[in-house]
């Protein structure tokens, strides 16, 4: 079944992005990370612009990330002062990240800078994660040699949960706000290890910045790549946001019975499969002949190029009244899924 993406210009099989939203949500669900690394090179594969892709793909966290951010909100893992920081340097970096954006697709070269940044930013991420899972504990000394030299950063500030430098959280800041606008990704990959590496933050307080991050971020991000680059297509954000929401229920469900381990290796073989992915796409496959972003002439890509600003402000509403009510069925479901899962060791003991 087509289904005619409106800003994007070209037709996809429904199915096809309903599933790849489901295996997004459910990698997202099992290791904790933002699906971007897997969505983004897979759409791009599909014949989806790569613009619209970064753009779109950040629309649809806008969604996703509201009830983990209400969650960790509830339970006192949000630190304000430390959060305006975050948000504040992402906006930074996404800004800029934008417009590096708009010159590199009017050039030509947004494709192969999106696909490089994949290709060595992932292999070197794989490579990290297995050297890390074959030496464990081989790190005391350079770890505290490292310690000292953050202690020993000026300009040290005494937040919510810890006295550290602000030039940590500004450093993470700028950084995964223009990784999220240029590669679409959220900000888990980055957030979440800098805090709990740089900041001294236990994972739960890491997360729950991360989202409280993203939430802001990604709107900032919808609104410029959506005025400035006109790559928002609210259809497939919507499509992506439901498939990735309920795959996320069972990623989670099955991320509690795996042995944390196990799930690091997956999250290593899965990013490298990525960068060779991407290593392929960018040096054997051609890339098809190069034309801007189609300016299809429908009701939404007309609003979208017409008045980009009140289309951007209304494809983050959208997402967010979608995101929390499929949060709302998504949450019901994990329950049915727990409740289910536990039966089902019941009747194995």
């Known amino acids: 079944m087509e289904i005619y993406l409106p800003v994007a210009g070209v037709s996809v099989n429904l199915f096809v ?68 920081v975050l948000v504040i340097s992402g906006f930074a ?35 990290t994660m297995f050297i890390d899972i074959l030496k464990k504990d081989r790190k005391e000394k350079k770890e505290g040699r490292f310690k000292e030299f953050l202690n020993n950063l000026p300009f040290r500030y005494r937040f919510e949960f810890g006295e550290f430098s602000i030039l940590i ?83 989670s469900a099955v991320g509690q019975k795996i042995n944390k381990n196990i799930t690091k290796l997956i999250m290593a073989v899965l990013v490298s499969t990525v960068s060779v992915l991407s290593f392929y796409q960018l040096f054997f496959e051609k890339e098809k002949e190069k034309s801007p972003v189609p300016v299809a002439h429908n009701l939404i890509s007309d609003f979208a190029h017409n008045h980009p600003e009140i289309y951007s402000i209304a494809v983050i509403v959208v997402s967010l009244i979608a995101g929390t009510i499929i949060s709302m069925v998504a949450h019901r479901l994990k329950l049915m899924v727990g409740i289910f899962m536990e039966k089902l060791s019941h009747k194995g003991e």
């Open 17 to 84: 992005i309903i599933g790849l939203g489901l295996v997004v949500g459910f990698f997202s669900g099992l290791l904790g990370i933002g699906g971007g690394i897997i969505l983004n090179p897979t759409l791009i594969k599909l014949g989806i612009p790569p613009v619209v892709t970064v753009g779109t793909s950040v629309a649809q966290m806008v969604g996703a990330t509201v009830s983990g951010f209400l969650a960790h909100l509830k339970l006192k893992n949000i630190d304000m002062k430390l959060g305006v």
């Open 169 to 251: 959280p500004v450093f993470i800041g700028v950084i995964s706000g223009f990784l999220a606008a240029v590669m679409g990704v959220g900000g888990g990959f980055v957030v979440i290890p800098a805090l709990m590496y740089l900041a001294g933050l236990p994972v739960n307080r890491a997360v729950g910045m991360s989202l409280f991050q993203m939430i802001f971020i990604t709107a900032f991000l919808t609104y410029f790549h959506g005025t400035v680059n006109y790559g928002v297509d609210v259809v497939l954000a919507l499509i992506l946001m439901a498939g990735s929401s309920f795959g996320a229920v069972f990623g």
């Open 93 to 127: 970096g996404g800004a800029v990240g934008v417009f590096l954006t708009k010159i590199l697709e009017e050039a030509g070269y947004f494709r192969t800078f999106v696909l490089s940044f994949y290709a060595f930013y992932l292999a070197f991420t794989g490579i």
